[in-house]
């Protein structure tokens, strides 16, 4: 049970950047990136290259690196050529996938047996047997904490202008261009980081490891919103983490419960409608209560 | 201070929904100046806000402002000079931020900010957006870590227009900025804009369809139809000029029948 919950938790604090960029993408900037899939494996793919010259730490600024550079073309392509805001993710994405084979030079690339960021940890033995949480939630906090940082800063402040008011950022002499072209560099570069930790993690990069990641991330960030709800900015940041984790659960309670592996595609995708449902039928079942009492309250008075 | 050279804008050029919006429009504002514009619906004053500030490119003609050339500007750039107010209060505030976060946004546009993109709100700035908001007399200063989304739409246009002149623009365009407000708070903001543009002795262009204030409020009015200016009263000729006389040197300067139907002037 114990090895359940953690391994749980570690898959939770693993994909919580990439909840965390559609944070970003979607819930601030109020675009839908649909890059986020490519992306991911780009992050992977470059991850394990680097790990397989021997350079597990410089690999996740260098994963981090490449995915803001696809985040950079998507912002491009929305704002300067005038492609719609998702058609730019997927093109983008679609692009991504040469890209990701030409990177890795086969489409699974093992790095098994290579040094990674948790045989590091293990080999000096850091944190016990929870070496591979430690150093995820360790990683993933420091995100969390600079990403709060910088949604305060004025540059964090534009772009949640961004997507609450385009004129008046342009009003406040700030170009939009700008603001969602840094915007979706950084959410890249998180989804990025999260395929650089999955693929040290698995020991291996996989050219289709991110289908439906888009999905996933945008279930663990509505659990999120719908559990702890919106209100300063370290509070929806924490909620996206605990939604990620929370989501990780149920998949695993599914798994425990043992649900057949074809399955689990549904089970996600019955999570995240569920998740996404939620507050609607929460707002129906209380609508109902009240009605019920209103009406039950004019008989008695009859 | 500002001035506008035969400037022209035809949106839809070539189609049956061919639009002259401006034609040959020249204005010269001088420092301090404070103009109210009348003019019946469509006859191309939003238009012309939206071509001084930057929204599109006209066709033809120039934009100066303070001997600065604006025509070829995007808006983003226009904005650090030109202070702007819409009829609509929710457009000039983000309304799922703070107060403080909106007024911070506003105060980029010192040029002190505008490089220091990882600068956060300080404590001076905290308190001069303070004493900022204490002058609205709203009670806003104890609300700065609210949403601007729970404010009225009153408040949020009164915030906008501290935000539009927290830095003293070059330029301040105001849209109808009261229209969409009640009497008592249309009245509020109004005194609140007057008593702005004179402490700052700001260049202020303003759109109303209140022929009164049209003619009490500021220095000079102009009167546009069809996308030309037909009047600009100043001076003596303004300061004799009633409403009524307002509205005939309406059908004089467009040199045609007042339509009722179409035109609608309030004389109120």
């Known amino acids: 049970m114990l090895t359940i919950i953690q391994s749980a938790l570690e898959a939770g604090f693993l994909y919580a950047p990439v909840a965390l960029a559609l944070f970003l993408s979607f819930s601030i900037l109020n675009i839908a990136d649909m890059t986020t899939d490519g992306a991911f494996v780009l992050g992977g793919a470059v991850s394990a290259v680097c790990c397989v ?51 890795m030079g086969t489409s699974n690339l093992s ?42 800063t004025r540059l964090g402040l534009s772009i949640r202008a961004t997507g609450d008011n385009a004129d008046m950022v342009r009003a406040s002499s700030i170009n939009p261009t700008f603001t969602i072209t840094v915007g979706l560099c950084v959410a890249n570069a998180m989804t990025g980081l999260s395929g650089a930790m999955v693929a040290q993690y698995n020991t291996f990069a996989e050219v289709n490891g991110g289908t439906g990641m888009v999905v996933l991330a945008l279930a663990a960030l509505v659990i999120g919103e719908t559990l702890i709800g919106k209100g300063s900015m370290v509070r929806r940041v924490l909620g996206v983490l605990f939604g990620s984790i929370l989501y990780r659960l149920i998949y695993s309670a599914a798994l425990r419960a043992n649900v057949p592996a ?32 209103a009406l039950a309250g004019r008989k008695e008075e009859q | 201070m500002l001035e506008l050279r035969n400037l022209s804008k035809t949106f839809n050029p070539g189609t049956v929904h061919e639009k002259k919006a401006l034609c040959g429009v020249n204005l010269k504002l001088e420092k301090g100046d404070f103009a109210a514009i009348v003019g019946s619906n469509g006859a191309g004053k939003s238009t012309l806000f939206n071509a001084i500030a930057g929204d599109f490119f006209p066709d033809e003609g120039s934009i100066m402002l303070g001997g600065e050339d604006l025509t070829y500007l995007p808006a ?30 506003a105060y980029l546009r010192t040029a002190k900010h505008q490089r220091a993109f990882f600068s956060r709100v300080s404590k001076a700035d905290k308190a001069f957006f303070r004493d900022q908001l204490a002058r609205l007399d709203m009670g806003l200063e104890d609300r700065m870590g609210q949403s601007v989304g729970l404010l009225s739409g009153g408040q949020r246009q009164a915030l906008t227009l501290l935000m539009s ?19 008592g708070t249309a009245e509020k903001v109004l005194r609140l804009t007057r008593e702005i543009v ?18 009490e409020l500021g220095n000079r009015t102009l009167m546009m139809d069809s996308g030309r200016i037909v009047l600009d009263l100043k001076g003596e000729e303004r300061q004799g000029m009633t409403v009524e006389d307002l509205l005939q040197r309406f059908r004089a300067g467009a040199g045609k029948e007042l339509d009722n139907d179409r035109i609608l002037l309030s004389d109120r």
């Open chain 1, 53 to 103: 010259s021997g350079h597990p730490i410089l690999a996740l600024p260098a994963a981090m690196l490449a995915t803001a550079a696809a985040g950079f073309i998507t912002a491009f392509l929305q704002t300067k050529l005038g492609v719609p805001s998702i058609l730019a993710g997927i093109v983008t994405n679609i692009g991504l996938y040469s890209i990701n084979l030409m990177v």
């Open chain 2, 198 to 215: 004179a402490e700052a002795g700001l260049t202020c262009l303003m759109i109303t369809h209140n022929m009164k204030s049209a003619l």
């Open chain 1, 262 to 293: 074809d399955y689990m595609k549904l089970v996600s995708a019955v999570i995240v409608g569920a998740a996404i449902a939620a507050p609607t039928v929460r707002q129906w079942a209380a609508f109902q209560m009240r009605k019920r009492r």
């Open chain 2, 76 to 105: 983003y750039r226009r904005s650090r000079n030109i202070g702007r107010l819409f009829q609509d209060p929710m457009r000039g505030t983000a309304p799922h931020m703070t107060i403080e976060e909106n007024l911070a946004l």
């Open chain 1, 111 to 152: 790095i098994f047996q290579k040094a990674s960021i948790y045989t590091l940890a293990r080999d000096a033995g850091f944190a016990g047997s929870w070496y591979k949480l430690a150093v995820t939630a360790g990683i993933v906090l420091v995100v969390c904490v600079l990403l709060v940082l910088f949604l305060g």
């Open chain 2, 165 to 183: 002149t927290m830095v003293p623009p070059k330029l301040l365009l105001l849209d109808e900025h009261t229209a969409a407000l009640d009497p």
